[in-house]
């Protein structure tokens, strides 16, 4: 796993270690479905958000990046509308 320095933001083509690391993302995170997608080399995530008429999707080379883009999300979120 890249930490930093050169080739920051990498992330190793190594399936078992990214799907660990999407796991633990599902752990962090339990509303969102994260996934690991070996063919793209990418970490997804998807999830319904409050008030939303369709899924929101994300992707990110890195764990890190998605779990920023996926805090940056929640934050963005309007709060669900009342029921009536």
């Known amino acids: 796993m890249s930490q930093g320095g050169p080739g920051a933001g990498q992330w190793p083509a190594d399936d078992d270690a990214c799907w660990q690391e999407a796991a633990r993302l599902r752990r ?7 996934i690991w997608l070996a063919s ?3 970490f997804r995530a998807y999830r319904r958000m409050p008030g939303a008429r369709r899924d929101t999707t994300l992707a990110a080379s890195t764990p890190e990046e998605l779990a920023a883009l996926i805090a940056e999300a929640e934050s963005a979120s309007p709060s669900a509308p009342p029921d009536r």
Do not use: D, I, S, T
């Open 28 to 34: 962090e995170h339990p509303p969102w479905v994260v």
């Open 40 to 42: 793209e080399h990418q």
